[in-house]
C-alpha cells in the first residue's frame, strides 16, 4: 500500500470519529502542547488509535490528534509529532501532515521549541521562521513520488508563506508582543550542537537551529499547503554562553513563554 492509499485509511478513521471541517492545521512542538486544552468541543484522537501512525516517544509529546474549535476557528492539532532522533522514518514523521491535507487542511501552523544563533535573540523569544535550511542530508520526498499529493520536484522559494508572516507580524504587533524573525536549520539531534557546529551554522546563514519541523514543512508545501513557522528560542546555542544545553531548560523556558504563544497563536488563527 503506498502513503496515499495508507493515508486515506487514517482519514477514514478520523472523519469516523468527527465531522469538524477544518482548514487549519497546528503541529505543537514541545511542551506547547497544552493549547489544545483550549480547544472547544475536542474529539482526541490518539496517534495509537490511528491506521498507519506510530506512538511517538519523547517526555512531552503526548501523541494525540484534537480536532474542535479554537478560539472560534475549527482546527486539526497535532498534539506531539515524531522525531527523525527517535529513528521514525521521514514517511512516519510527515504521515500526519499527509493526512491533515487528505482532511481538507489548507494552512499548516508548525511550532517549535530551538537554540538561538543570533546574539540579538533571547531565551524566551518567539520567532516567525522566514526560511530554513535543511542540514540533515536526507528529504522527505525521496523515494517514488505520489502525484496524488504534489509535483517530483516541488518549488521550495517560499516554503513558509509571506502572506502568513505578514499576518503573524501584524498580530504580535497588536497584542504588544516582540516577534522575531529568522531562518531555522534542521539538525538531527538527539545531541544538541558542539560551539563548533554552530559556528559552521551561523556562517550558513541561520539564525536558529532546532530537530524538527524541516521535514513537515517540505512535505507541507509539496502539497501546496501555506506554511507558518513559529518557533520559541529556548536557550543561546551551544558555545554562545558558557553553559551546558538541558532538555529540562528547554521545557522550563518553553512553559515560560506558553502564555504568549498561545494567545499568540489563537489571535493568528481568527485572521487567516
Ligand atoms: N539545538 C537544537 N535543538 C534545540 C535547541 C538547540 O539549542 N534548543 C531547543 N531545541
Known amino acids: 500500500m503506498n502513503q496515499y492509499e495508507k493515508a486515506l485509511e ?34 482526541v484522537i490518539p496517534f495509537a488509535e490511528i491506521p498507519y501512525f506510530e506512538v511517538p516517544t519523547t517526555v512531552g509529546h503526548h501523541g494525540a490528534v484534537v480536532i474542535g474549535k479554537l478560539n472560534g476557528v475549527d482546527v486539526v492539532a497535532l498534539s506531539g509529532r515524531y522525531h527523525f532522533y527517535e529513528g521514525y522514518s521521514l514517511e512516519i514523521i510527515t504521515f500526519p501532515i499527509r493526512v491533515m491535507h ?55 522559494s517560499e516554503i513558509y508563506t509571506k502572506a502568513l508572516k505578514k499576518i ?72 554562545i554562553l558558557d553553559q551546558k544545553l538541558s532538555h529540562e531548560e528547554v521545557i522550563q523556558v518553553v512553559r515560560q513563554v506558553n502564555g504568549k504563544f498561545q494567545n499568540l497563536v489563537k489571535n493568528i488563527l481568527t485572521k487567516i
Request: with cysteine; aromatic share 6%.
Open 168 to 239: 503573524a507580524h501584524q498580530t504580535a504587533k497588536e497584542l504588544g508582543y516582540e516577534l522575531q524573525e529568522g531562518v531555522y536549520a534542521w539538525w538531527t539531534g538527539p545531541s544538541y550542537e558542539t560551539p563548533a557546529e554552530i559556528k559552521m551554522i551561523r556562517i550558513l546563514g541561520a539564525d536558529a537551529v532546532g530537530m524538527s519541523t524541516v521535514p513537515e514543512a517540505l512535505v507541507a508545501s509539496h502539497m501546496d499547503m501555506q506554511v507558518l513557522g513559529i518557533s520559541c528560542l529556548t536557550n543561546m546555542a551551544s558555545g
Open 10 to 43: 487514517a482519514v477514514k478513521y478520523i472523519k469516523s470519529k468527527t465531522n469538524v471541517e477544518a482548514k487549519i492545521g497546528l503541529i505543537l512542538g514541545s511542551g506547547l502542547g497544552s493549547i489544545t486544552d483550549d480547544i472547544d468541543n475536542s474529539v
Open 102 to 156: 487528505l482532511l481538507g487542511i489548507k494552512t499548516l501552523i508548525i511550532t517549535n521549541a530551538c537554540g538561538a544563533i543570533n546574539t540579538a535573540f533571547k531565551p524566551g523569544d518567539l520567532m516567525v521562521i522566514s526560511d530554513h535550511i535543511n542540514l540533515v542530508s536526507n528529504n522527505p520526498l525521496i523515494g517514488k513520488n505520489n502525484d496524488e499529493f504534489g509535483t517530483r520536484f516541488p518549488d521550495a
